[in-house]
């Protein structure tokens, strides 16, 4: 069946850093992929998405793209601040419509 | 923000008691989903609804039951709470299938 596989973390990175967080998928068909979100003590919230191969998504300064080739959709950002501490979630949507979640990947930004 | 109430936000309970999380939107979504959170598994899916009356179940629907009786409500139980059954539960709507979720604030359950 389709899934998603995070990088491990925590992830700890000093203020400006660059930062990579990987995901990988397997999936049948042309799955939409996504990244959410989750800030301590709230729900999850999208933070961009990607619904064909090639696209890219952006959103706060953080980039993904959708490479088919390699069935991956990491997560970039070139400048990372302590306000993007947060458990960040790599997410597919395939034939089914509903959404798989990878494990989680906890972010920790230090001043 | 999405219009998405979870309640209660905290419940602790002893095993064997019945337990029910209510999740209610004002956003006229049409898709309803429960999630449960739980550390080294992400978030997976228990059970969602497509519309009133119209449920199935998710990746880990075992001891739980959910209704939806009318669009705004979507109601998941635990007909006999287990201490496995500890963990986050979060609401989630969206207005397509394959679209962005909006998620609740999520209920912090424990079972003792």
């Not at chain 1, 999936?27 to 800030?39: E, I, M």
């Not at chain 1, 490479?67 to 790599?90: I, M, N, P, W």
């Not at chain 2, 989903?33 to 228990?46: A, F, K, N, T, V």
Request: charged share 20%; aromatic share 12%; with cysteine.
């Amino acid at each position: 069946g389709d899934s998603v596989t995070q990088m491990e973390g925590p992830v700890t990175l000093s203020e400006e850093a660059f930062l990579t967080i990987n995901c990988t998928y397997t999936a049948t068909g042309y799955p939409s992929l996504f990244w959410y979100v989750q800030y301590p003590g709230e729900g999850l919230q999208l933070l961009l998405k990607a619904t064909k191969a090639d696209d890219k998504g952006s959103n706060k300064g953080f980039e993904a793209t959708y490479r088919k080739e390699t069935t991956s959709f990491h997560l970039e950002k070139g400048s990372v601040q302590v306000s993007d501490s947060a458990v960040y979630f790599c997410a597919l949507s395939g034939n089914t419509g509903k959404l798989i979640f990878g494990q989680g990947t906890t972010l920790q930004v230090k001043p | 923000d999405a219009g998405i109430t979870q309640s209660p936000r905290h419940k602790v309970t002893e095993t064997g008691t019945p337990v029910t999380l209510r999740c209610h939107q004002t956003e006229n979504h049409r898709y309803m989903y429960w999630y449960r959170q739980d550390p080294g598994h992400g978030l997976r899916l228990i059970h969602y609804s497509y519309g009133v009356k119209d449920t199935d179940k998710g990746e880990v629907s075992d001891g739980y039951s959910v209704s939806r009786s009318k669009t705004e409500d979507f109601l998941l139980t635990l007909e006999s709470a287990t201490s496995s059954q500890t963990s986050v539960y979060f609401c989630a709507i969206s207005e397509l299938e394959r679209e962005k979720l909006f998620f609740g604030s999520g209920t912090q359950l424990s079972v003792l």
